[in-house]
């Protein structure tokens, strides 16, 4: 059933101008390369051929904060290097968003000592944790499809 006959003859398609901007937005996200441990690897991965992240909107990882709007923190987060997370999350243009892919991010990890940061919600706000040590690239992807139907559902009035 294509979209011919869901329409008739008219060819009208009506929509929001809310539903718009949140699909043009999932479709064109831009992740930043954030890889600080074993998960980036994975990270990696998800973008290679066997996964291909490509085939959601997300050509290529940037390596400016200036042009992402996705910053994917892949690996442990010691306290020397939360100060620049930070700063790079703050050059990043509004909207942005974060996923913490894997335990150390999310929560420390088995590294439960002083240098290291148990949980990059510290620093960042966290819109997704993907879970796992290291989680697999398929699982990035269902972090990232869970990040785009959360942004699907976001009205203009949440954006002030």
């Not at 996964?51 to 959601?56: K, L, P």
């Not at 620049?84 to 050059?91: A, G, K």
Request: glycine share 8%; with cysteine.
């Amino acid at each position: 059933m294509g979209l011919e006959q869901k329409l008739g003859n008219m060819g009208i398609v009506t929509t929001t101008l809310e539903q718009v901007v949140n699909w043009s937005r999932t479709r064109a996200m831009w992740p930043m390369l954030f890889g600080l441990a074993c998960c980036a690897i994975e990270m990696m991965a998800s973008q290679g051929a066997d996964y291909d992240a490509s085939r959601f909107g997300m050509e290529l990882m940037r390596a400016s904060p200036r042009q992402a709007d996705l910053m994917i923190v892949a690996g442990r987060v010691s306290r020397k290097m939360a100060p620049v997370l930070r700063r790079l999350y703050d050059q990043m243009p509004s909207p942005k968003w974060v996923v913490s892919m894997g335990d150390c991010a999310s929560c420390g990890g088995v590294f439960n000592n002083y240098a290291i940061v148990q949980g990059v919600d510290e620093i960042v706000p966290v819109d997704v944790y993907v879970a796992g040590c290291p989680p697999r690239p398929e699982a990035l992807i269902h972090g990232i499809m869970t990040l785009h139907e959360r942004i699907k559902g976001e009205k203009f009035k949440d954006w002030a």
